[in-house]
């Protein structure tokens, strides 16, 4: 199965096309038909969202798509959540007032 998906423009956040526009949640994204290609060309016409483009799925609930990086995109960083570390702080947070 084909799916649409791009990264929403104001958060960065990964969304997926459900039929009847965007979605945060991988499980509600779904199969594109014939139609899939013209609607990534309006997708991307519109420039409403960043990098648009078409992934290759196994069908399921959620659908689980086929490569790595997109299966990261979908489903979270691959590292336990308990184990990340702090981020750094940004320069400009750590210079005296």
Known sequence: MRLLTANDTLTG???WWSG???S???ADAVALGAEGDALLAEVVAA???NDP???EAEAGS???PRTMRERI???GPTVRADLARAAAP???QTKAA
């Open 13 to 15: 956040d990964v969304i």
């Open 53 to 55: 483009n078409i992934i």
């Open 24 to 26: 945060l949640n991988l």
């Open 20 to 22: 009847k526009g965007w």
């Open 62 to 64: 959620p659908p689980r």
């Open 90 to 92: 940004h320069p400009d």
């Open 73 to 75: 995109r979908g489903f």
């Open 47 to 49: 420039e409403n969202v």
